[in-house]
């Protein structure tokens, strides 16, 4: 299976502080609206699309997605996660569903299924993304569109995704990231391509710490979003 088994331990032992705004995934709770405007905009809106969040950990992305009227399906391998998001959800009376499955299992199970899929700061987590990649193409249907983000890689983002955040600022938890499994645009790109998905937007995602302010420009060196359509 495409996954570390210590990267599952380790969301799952935070997953009770999934839904805390001011908790270790507050940095996650503030660009979240960023995230679901890009979405937004390159599908022209998400009311009524079928949408497939993978590495969805808490739900985050899904229930935003869903408050915008589309139908969600969030899939994680952390059960706690799952757990976490399916309970928040059902608090919130929202429709979403949850399973824990892998990408490449559900590929299988429901190939062109999805008007959307979106993987959102997991890559830097599996060991083998393009797996991933390949995967989430798959389950789009023809025209369907994909959406990923992660960290480049560096010195600019090792400085400031993992010391910075992590051990100056301790906007993340110690330990979140590992540098080597950060991937350029370049690789992505290309991992893109060879699962048949075009690129549309390459967007660079700038987040201020001290304002706890989120915006897009095109500096792609520290954390960045990909477009793609197939």
């Known amino acids: 299976m495409n996954m570390d088994q210590a990267e599952v331990s380790k969301f799952d032992a935070l997953a009770s502080t999934w839904w805390d705004p001011a908790g270790p995934f507050r940095t996650l709770h503030e660009i979240n609206p960023l995230r679901v405007d890009f979405i937004a905009r390159g599908?022209?809106?998400?009311?009524?699309?079928?949408?497939?969040?993978?590495?969805?950990?808490?739900?985050?992305?899904?229930?935003?997605?869903?408050?915008?009227?589309?139908?969600?399906?969030?899939?994680?391998?952390?059960?706690?996660?799952?757990?976490?998001?399916?309970?928040?959800?059902?608090?919130?009376?929202?429709?979403?569903?949850?399973?824990?499955?892998?990408?490449?299992?559900?590929?299988?199970?429901?190939?062109?299924?999805?008007?959307?899929?979106?993987?959102?700061?997991?890559?830097?987590?599996?060991?083998?993304?393009?797996?991933?990649?390949?995967?989430?193409?798959?389950?789009?249907?023809?025209?369907?569109?994909?959406?990923?983000?992660?960290?480049?890689?560096?010195?600019?983002?090792y400085l400031l995704a993992i010391v910075g955040a992590e051990y100056v600022l301790g906007l993340l938890p110690r330990g979140t990231h590992d540098y080597q499994k950060f991937i350029r645009p370049s690789e992505l790109i290309a991992m893109t391509r060879k699962a048949q998905l075009k690129s549309r937007t390459l967007k660079g995602m700038h987040y201020d710490p001290i304002r706890h302010l989120a915006r897009l420009n095109d500096d792609v060196t520290v954390n960045y979003l990909l477009h793609t359509q197939k």
């Open 43 to 157: 599908c022209q809106g998400l009311r009524g699309k079928h949408i497939l969040d993978v590495g969805t950990g808490g739900g985050l992305l899904a229930e935003a997605m869903a408050r915008l009227g589309a139908h969600v399906t969030g899939i994680d391998l952390a059960a706690d996660g799952i757990a976490a998001a399916q309970a928040h959800a059902e608090l919130g009376h929202l429709q979403v569903q949850y399973r824990r499955v892998a990408v490449e299992e559900l590929a299988e199970e429901q190939p062109e299924s999805y008007d959307v899929v979106t993987c959102m700061e997991m890559l830097e987590h599996v060991p083998d993304p393009a797996g991933i990649i390949a995967a989430c193409a798959k389950l789009l249907k023809p025209g369907g569109n994909a959406f990923f983000a992660t960290l480049n890689r560096n010195p600019k983002s």
